[in-house]
């Protein structure tokens, strides 16, 4: 049996390690969590500037949502949401901009640029691109699809961008079981990485990343027989038959990742898989493989919760390897370090 000065010791231990362990606790919070409303006082003009520039530009040109929100997307799933694959390439280093998943299919840089310069007039140096590109993510998911959603801020920019790091990204020929995969590493679940792929709800896919499955699926099958043969046919209006040399792929045409309603953020991606009419191999995937399915078939019944699931795990997404604190630096200008 202890004595009651051997249960005091104990007990004070105790309580100083509780200490300890909430100050250690509460400073690694402090360096790593993200805010809502961060620029609040250093700049409270951020995010109506931003929204402003994304409503703008999309107003021209409604594919700007979806390359907006894809790039949020290449951003934090390649080295963290730091900036990265806003980052021009330098005479000894080509950047995440020149790898084959971003270039030349990758647009909206000229929005972030744009309100990135309108933001360093009012207040330089506070406002990091990495923030920018959250923030217009979010503002072209509510202008598509109404989705709205509170955004932490407070990430800074790294100063590292390695084309050949944008490898890590997933396929689009890959399989539910790969897709699942890439994304475990980055610790989202097999539902939310169902979720998150409901960004093809919008914008466009080039030929070359599909057209396998459309003439040369594999010896038995010229064509991908779980693509609705209607479907497949008017692909082949829009993609001819691959042939061979075709530069930097920037003159490839192009067709909807959604068929339905391709300028609309909503879960007819979902219903269109359930026809068939699912663009990429990566797409229809998520119906044909049975450990995703049944989340196929959900958030095709349920657009309201899949519309709140699509922004907390965006909001999830943003999390991804940020730097914060006094890590990195606040860019000048958002394609290059300072
Ligand atoms: C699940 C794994 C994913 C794969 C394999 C994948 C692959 C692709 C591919 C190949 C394209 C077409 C690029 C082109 O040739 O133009 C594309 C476009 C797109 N992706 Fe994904 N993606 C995935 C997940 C996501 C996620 C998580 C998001 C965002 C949350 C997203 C948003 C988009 C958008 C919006 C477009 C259209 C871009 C535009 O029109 O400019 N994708 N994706
Ligand atoms: C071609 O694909 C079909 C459908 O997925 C499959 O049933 C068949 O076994 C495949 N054939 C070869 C030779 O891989």
Redesign the pocket.
């Known amino acids: 049996m202890a004595s009651s000065s051997q249960k005091f010791e104990l007990l004070s231990n105790l309580f100083s390690n509780c200490i300890i362990f909430f100050f250690l606790f509460h400073s690694t919070l402090a360096s790593t969590t993200l805010k809502v409303g961060f620029y609040k006082s250093s700049c409270p003009r951020a995010e109506t500037i931003i929204k402003n520039a994304v409503n703008q530009a999309i107003s021209q040109n409604p ?1 700007i949502a ?2 907006l ?2 790039m949020h ?1 290449h951003d934090c799933f390649v080295r963290g949401c730091e900036g990265s694959v806003l980052l021009q390439s330098t005479p000894n280093n080509p950047s995440e901009r020149e790898h084959r998943a971003n270039f030349p ?1 990758l ?1 909206g840089f000229e929005v972030i640029d744009e309100a990135k310069a309108k933001i360093e007039a009012i207040c330089p140096n506070t406002v990091s691109c990495a923030d920018i590109l959250a923030f217009a993510a979010r503002d072209s998911a509510y202008r598509v699809g109404g989705i709205n959603y509170a955004v932490p801020a407070g990430r800074r920019d790294g100063r590292i961008s390695i084309k050949e790091e944008a490898n890590s990204l ?3 020929s ?1 399989n539910a079981e790969q ?1 699942t995969e890439s994304f475990a590493k980055r610790g989202f679940s097999s539902e939310e ?1 169902v979720t ?2 409901g ?2 709800s ?5 030929c070359p ?1 599909f057209s396998n499955r459309l003439y040369s699926f594999n010896t038995t099958h010229p064509q991908d027989p779980s693509m609705d043969p209607l479907y497949a046919a008017y692909l082949k209006t829009k993609c001819p038959p691959p042939s061979g040399n075709n530069g930097d792929g920037s003159e490839e045409p ?1 067709a909807a ?1 959604e068929f339905f309603s391709p300028y609309r953020l909503d879960n007819w991606y979902y219903i269109e898989l359930k026809n068939h009419r699912g663009l ?1 191999s ?1 797409d229809q995937t998520l119906l044909s493989s049975s450990s995703t399915k049944e989340m196929v078939l959900h958030n095709a019944k349920h657009g309201h919760q899949w519309a709140a699931k699509f922004g907390k795990a ?1 909001v999830k997404m943003g999390f991804l390897d940020v730097l914060t604190g006094s890590q990195g630096e606040i860019r000048r200008h958002c394609s290059f370090v300072n």
Do not use: E, K
Request: net charge positive; proline share 7%; aromatic share 6%.
């Open positions: 594919g979806a390359g929100i894809r997307f299919s647009r997933p396929g689009p890959f897709l990485m998150l792929s960004a093809h919008i914008g466009v896919a080039h990343t192009t990742l990429l990566s965006m």
